[in-house]
């Protein structure tokens, strides 16, 4: 099983600042990569599949970078909507697996 | 509007057994895979398992194999998930998610709002 470690845990930022996160794989899992937000007792939203790739509807202030086992999530300038949790997730092999999660909170 | 409904769930004692439900609308339900993914309470993401479109292809976590069973009726729109042998570690919330092709690869792109299952005595 592929892990992922995310990092930090806990992102603490003010509105109008970039945020980056991180996301490691124990093992390369080419550009398969997905990140998703998710806010307080709502479902998880994709945000970028493919390692780079937006999906539809979401901002251009958001991007995604990397392949093999480092990943990044950059955020380039944080609006008050923004403030969740976010994963990452791997979709090279079976199982498909998440990565703990960064919680990203208003400083 | 795509939407995906879950129910079926509730509190059960250990060992016990639950049916999970999801209605799909808005969509061409049987050209979808599938997935279910579970949150426990104030925890991350946990995938669950996943069913092909025509149900050709299933993969289960280790954690539910064995115990747990997804299948699918397309002529009912709805996809469920049989769960056995129920464990306090299996309280959480179950979403289903519909899996879309970008790009490459595929994603759960499309969420449900979950269903809470409770393993308690």
């Known amino acids: 099983e592929i892990v992922l470690t995310q990092s930090p845990a806990t992102l603490s930022l003010s509105p109008g600042e970039g945020a980056t996160l991180s996301c490691r794989a124990s093992?390369?899992?080419?550009?398969?990569l997905a990140w998703y937000q998710q806010k307080p007792g709502q479902a998880p939203r994709l945000l970028i599949y493919?390692?780079?790739n937006r999906a539809t509807g979401i901002p251009a202030r958001f991007s995604g970078s990397g392949s093999g086992t480092d990943f990044t999530l950059t955020i380039s300038s944080l609006e008050p909507e923004d403030f969740a949790v976010y994963y990452c997730?791997?979709?090279?092999?079976?199982?498909?697996?998440f990565g703990q999660g960064t919680k990203l909170e208003i400083k | 509007e795509v939407q995906l409904v879950e129910s079926g769930g509730g509190l059960v004692k250990p060992g016990g057994s639950l049916r999970l439900s999801c209605a799909a609308s808005?969509?061409?339900?049987?050209?979808?895979?599938m997935n279910w993914v579970r949150q426990a309470p104030g925890k991350g993401l946990e995938w669950v398992s996943y069913?092909?479109?025509?149900?050709?292809?299933?993969y289960y976590a280790d954690s539910v194999k064995g115990r747990f069973t997804i299948s699918r009726d397309n002529a009912k729109n709805s996809l469920y998930l049989q769960m056995n042998s129920l464990r306090a570690e299996d309280t959480a919330v179950y979403y289903c998610?519909?899996?879309?092709?970008?790009?490459?690869?595929?994603?759960?792109?499309?969420w449900g709002q979950g269903t809470l299952v409770t393993v308690s005595s």
């Open positions: 998610a519909r899996e879309e092709s970008y790009g490459s690869g595929s994603y759960p792109g499309c």
């Open positions: 808005g969509f061409t339900f049987s050209s979808y895979s």
């Open positions: 069913i092909s479109s025509s149900s050709s292809y299933i």
């Open positions: 093992q390369s899992v080419s550009s398969y």
């Open positions: 493919d390692a780079s």
């Open positions: 997730q791997q979709r090279s092999n079976w199982p498909q697996t």
